[in-house]
């Protein structure tokens, strides 16, 4: 008998088990629009140019694979917070920004959760609801409490707003509040620029501590500098944040793991003070990051041609997926004879959108119509392409009535 015999069946994950389904589905027609990674038109994953050339010249120069120091490579970590605040932002000169490499946006989190467990125990943090499903893992396992926000209005399919800054004023003084810097997964629904101000106003006044994940900065806009604006508005106030980083979208670096924490603090000497024990805190966990996609960045980042031309296969990307948003849009209007207003879909941003499906009307998607989605009836629409959007319609319309 099996030492391990106490050990039950763990659920499959809602969002990488959608793939798994997906792969087992021998049907012709399926379709994959569960987990949040760009396709082209033909539905086949994009390695960009861009990292292509950088990965040339990693090569070329004969670079070695020694361990990165345990914060990460020092070129990336320079660049990946400039990217982030503005190269000119008075924050970077002052040096109040405490930035170590992490494990994409997801190890970033989990990192700067043990510090919120380690150095503010008696805090909890309040997260969107819905948000990506991950978040709640990652304070779970990290022993930080949270509690949920109102985001989504089901009425509207749209923000809802006064829900939102009644519970961020409720909740007491001195809480993380998680905030999606831009194109929030899974509803695509972001605040409007004054909006964002109000959140501001209410998390300065009871001194709470804004936390931005940023996963999809240039993929809300096409834009790198607006979709960080969110963060760097708060940052000009002067408040005190952490933002998660995430390259896995924008650059498509999904598997090479990169991205970085950075904490942003009132003076430099307490940024070298979180610096020295996010370091600590990463160390025994996993010793050092991953080299080859923190160089990638810091080249594409890093080198004037490869960043305009990142940009561009930026914009063409978020493009696509406009493309297809507007598409499926036309299509559903065209085809559902109840009246229905699909002009939300229009309206929201990002890779996803949350068409209002429910449970059972997702697993309709999948069972009588080979689309896959998250449960939540979130559907990537960087998954999808114009060649299939009528179908997509077709399946949506067949499993909302
Ligand atoms: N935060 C959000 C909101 C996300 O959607 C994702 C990716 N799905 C991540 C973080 C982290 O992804 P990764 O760990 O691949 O960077």
New binding site residues.
């Given amino acids: 008998v099996s030492r391990f015999e106490g050990i039950t069946m763990a659920p499959a994950d809602p ?1 990488l088990g959608v793939s798994e389904a997906f792969k087992a589905d021998t049907n012709e027609l399926k379709l994959n629009l569960g ?2 990674a760009y396709r082209t038109e033909d539905l086949q994953p994009y390695v960009l140019n861009v990292v292509k050339k950088a990965e040339n010249l990693i090569l070329e120069r004969g670079e070695n694979k020694e361990y990165l120091p345990i914060e990460g490579l020092a070129a990336f970590n320079k660049v990946t917070a400039e990217l982030l605040f503005g190269k000119d932002n008075p924050v970077l000169q002052q040096q109040r920004v405490a930035t170590i490499q992490g ?7 989990r990192i700067a959760a043990a510090l919120i467990e380690r150095y503010f125990p008696y805090s909890k943090i309040l997260i969107s609801s819905p ?2 499903g ?2 709640k893992n990652i304070f779970n396992d990290a022993r930080v409490p949270w509690s949920e926000y109102r985001y989504y209005d089901p009425k509207t399919v749209g923000l809802d707003f006064a829900g939102m800054i009644e519970d961020i004023k409720a909740a007491p003084e001195g809480s993380f509040i998680l905030l ?1 810097g831009c ?4 509803t695509g629904i972001d605040p409007t620029p004054e909006q964002w101000k109000k959140i501001a106003d209410v998390i300065q006044k009871k001194n709470h501590i804004p936390f931005f ?4 900065q240039g993929f809300a806009s096409g834009s790198l500098d607006e979709d960080a604006s969110s963060v760097r508005m708060f940052a000009a106030r002067g408040m005190e944040l952490l933002v ?6 924008n650059l498509g670096l ?1 598997g090479e ?3 970085a924490i950075n904490v942003l603090c009132s003076s430099a000497d307490a940024a070298t003070r979180v610096k020295s024990q996010l370091k600590r805190l990463a160390r025994p966990m996993y010793s050092n990051p991953p080299i080859h996609g923190a160089k990638i960045v810091a080249n594409v980042v890093g080198t004037p041609e490869l960043f305009s031309e990142w940009k561009e296969e930026m914009e063409m990307m978020a493009g696509r997926i406009k493309s297809v948003r507007q598409k499926l849009y036309d299509s559903l209007s065209a085809k559902d004879k109840s009246g229905k207003n699909w002009s939300f879909i229009l309206k929201q941003i990002g ?1 996803f959108s949350f068409t209002g499906l429910d449970r059972a009307q997702s697993e309709n998607m999948a069972n009588k119509w080979h689309v896959y989605m998250t449960k939540d009836g979130r559907i990537s629409l960087a998954g999808l392409s114009a060649a299939k959007c009528e179908y997509l319609a077709d399946a949506i319309i067949d499993s909302y009535y």
């Fill in positions: 969002i987990v949040g494990l994409s946006g997801t190890g970033s989190l948000t990506w991950n978040h999606h194109a929030h997964n899974p994940d940023v996963a999809y998660a980083q995430s390259y896995s979208k999904y793991r990169i991205g890779m």
